[in-house]
């Protein structure tokens, strides 16, 4: 059974380690840890906010490029203070790419 991983800040990583996940990491001293949960085999899910996706494009992109299979998926979620305002949704672009059309 694969983990999911989770990346955020004090208040969301709080909030999922009280949902039993273990492997959380506050987004402060993330950056060099979103590359090791990306090649770790055990993990199959990394959440991480919104602020850390667009402080971390270009590194969240080439892991994406790089993987090998479908796992690690990385997910953007909104943080305790909510979504951010977004020209595309990550999640459509997710499902678009996944299914290959897009849902409404």
Request: aromatic share 2%; proline share 4%; hydrophobic share 40%.
């Amino acid at each position: 059974m694969m983990e999911i991983a989770a990346i955020g800040n004090l208040d969301t990583i709080t909030g999922f380690r009280l949902a039993g996940i273990r492997r959380v990491y506050l987004e402060d001293d993330a950056k060099n840890s979103l590359k090791d949960l990306a090649n770790d085999e055990e993990i199959g899910i990394i959440l991480i906010t919104e602020k850390f996706a667009d402080k971390n494009k270009d590194q969240i992109e080439n892991l994406n490029k790089r993987k090998k299979g479908t796992a690690p998926i990385i997910v953007e979620i909104p943080d305790n203070t909510g979504p951010m305002e977004r020209e595309s949704d990550p999640i459509k672009e997710l499902m678009r790419k996944a299914v290959g059309v897009e849902i409404e």
